[in-house]
């Protein structure tokens, strides 16, 4: 399968490396140059117990860039893993993930074929459907459920050992807005 992944922080680049481990083509995005070419040398920006190592293995599945369009145009699912940092008062700042729920779904509008957007970035309950989801038609012109899949994929990775998480997960939750959402991502 063909994968997009925003974001290469922690959740974006172990779920990343992990997708290209089980043998799947991966893009990730991001704006910071200097990760990106660390990526792209299979290194990793971060520390992980054996990123470097799934980097470096699987090189040929995975790339980074900060070109939005390379990634939603070759790819059939994108995964958000973008920060949700928190705010002096207590509360998440969504407002990363609103702004790439806007530029995927600019990039939507040119794409001829079906998509999958999954949110993954830690956010309350509600956002997908009340904030992502009016974004992603609006910005975009289709109709999600139809031109457009919509998802929910929480992460339950601990630091120290998020590649074991990933790929022996002890339980794995979804939350998808039509069939066609649920089954590609089940997939």
């Known amino acids: 399968m063909n994968i997009s992944v925003i974001g290469t922080g922690y959740v974006g680049l172990v779920t990343g490396s992990c997708f290209a481990k089980l043998g799947n083509k991966v893009i990730c995005v991001d704006v910071d140059r200097e990760k990106i070419k660390k990526i792209n040398n ?8 054996g990123l470097d190592e799934l980097l470096s293995k699987y090189k040929k599945n995975i ?4 070109d939005y369009e390379l990634a939603i145009k070759n ?10 940092p928190s705010r002096k008062n207590g509360t998440i700042d969504i407002s990363y993930v609103k702004n790439v729920a806007m530029k995927i779904a600019k990039l939507l509008k040119k794409k001829k074929q079906w998509h999958l957007v999954v949110i993954k970035s830690t956010v309350l309950p509600g956002t997908t459907q009340e904030i992502v989801l009016p974004l992603l038609e609006e910005y975009s012109g289709k109709k999600v459920g139809r031109e457009i899949g919509l998802a929910m994929n929480p992460e339950f990775l601990k630091e120290g050992v998020a590649i074991e998480d990933f790929l022996k997960p002890d339980r794995i939750v979804i939350g998808t807005y039509d069939k066609k959402s649920r089954d590609k991502l089940r997939e």
């Open 75 to 84: 790819t059939d699912i994108t995964f958000i893993c973008v920060g949700t």
């Open 63 to 66: 790339i980074a860039t900060n």
């Open 42 to 49: 299979g290194k990793s920006p971060i520390y992980e117990e």
